[in-house]
């Protein structure tokens, strides 16, 4: 009896932190409608020295991404050239005396806001992360999304953001994962950006069935709204392959998955395909990709461009 006490302690001392919402609805616009990609062969950032460059964000007309030395992960400053981007500076490390541990400060979204770059990344323990925010590169000092409670949906760890902005709130969505390793997709709301309440009927979208390209884990959400919320999404089969997915929704919060998949269409990204940050109204996209299908690191991981066409199928 002690023991399930202690258990429903721990899920009320929760209960402040959840919330029903949907974002505002919108109309929809024709059923039929999907998108088609249009990938440009090179990379706009090429990995250099690195191990991987990946999850690019842009913000303005800088681009923030993740760099991997082969120990750890940091957010670095990318600048516009002639055809693509070149590397500037690391502005954003991991602080090992802290919450965030000595591996990873990176993974994150990039927000021009009040003349600051807020950026919202991924920090803590590798088998259990956090969500953290920097406003201008400012740390908060603690976590702004943590796991769930126990035998919940993202108790073992957070990861992914992915901000919308519609006033009054910041939509966040995100991964979420699970003790048996699950990895979903789920969205939180904040009024300021650091105090989030969750969906309470989170996860909102589910891993494909057994021989899916997302069978084996989702990550990465990518949403914009055009007509409707549309959702570009990372999708991992079993063989760690990983491709982009494409879903639908009048609400952000429920989702239909639609046939469209992108997988990479040249040799540098022919494994992997991931991290999308789509720009404008779904006029185009980055991505990360790698030639070797890893779940984590090690992809030999660079970051390509691609248009974003809407068709009807």
Not at 108 to 121: K, M, N, S, V
Not at 251 to 260: A, C, E, I, Q, R
């Amino acid at each position: 009896m002690r023991r399930l006490w202690l258990a429903l302690a721990v899920v009320c001392a929760g209960c402040g932190r959840y919330a029903d919402f949907t974002l505002p609805k919108l109309a929809g616009g024709d059923p039929n409608l999907t998108y088609t990609l249009e990938q440009q062969p090179e990379p706009v950032l090429a990995r250099g020295v690195a191990h991987d460059v990946l999850k690019p964000s842009v913000a303005g007309y800088r681009m923030f991404y993740s760099e991997f030395d082969g120990e750890t992960w940091r957010t670095a400053q990318a600048d516009p050239a002639s055809l693509g981007f070149l590397r500037s500076r690391i502005v954003l490390s991991p602080d090992p005396q802290t919450w965030e541990g000595p591996y990873i400060a990176a993974n994150g979204f990039a927000l021009q806001r009040e003349h600051q770059i807020w950026y919202w990344y991924v920090a803590g323990p590798k088998d259990s992360p956090r969500i953290g925010l920097a406003r201008d590169w400012h740390k908060e000092p603690q976590p702004v999304l943590e796991p769930g409670p126990y035998m919940s949906w993202d108790e073992m760890g957070v990861a992914d953001p992915y901000i919308v902005r519609i006033e009054p709130y910041f939509y966040l969505f995100y991964l979420g994962q699970d003790r048996a390793r699950r990895q979903r997709l789920g969205v939180a709301r904040s009024t300021d950006g650091i105090h989030f309440e969750k969906l309470r009927t989170n996860p909102i979208l589910e891993l494909g069935d057994i021989g899916a390209f997302d069978e084996n884990g989702l990550g990465e959400p990518a949403v914009w709204s055009n007509w409707c919320y549309w959702m570009l999404y990372t999708g991992r089969d079993a063989s760690e392959n990983r491709r982009l997915g494409l879903a639908r929704s009048a609400d952000g919060v429920h989702w239909t998955k639609l046939p469209t998949v992108f997988s990479g269409t040249a040799a540098w990204d022919s494994k992997v395909m991931c991290d999308p940050m789509v720009v404008g109204q779904g006029a185009g996209v980055y991505f990360g990709g790698g030639d070797i299908p890893r779940p984590d690191e090690n992809l030999n991981g660079q970051i390509g461009y691609g248009t974003l066409k809407m068709i009807i199928r």
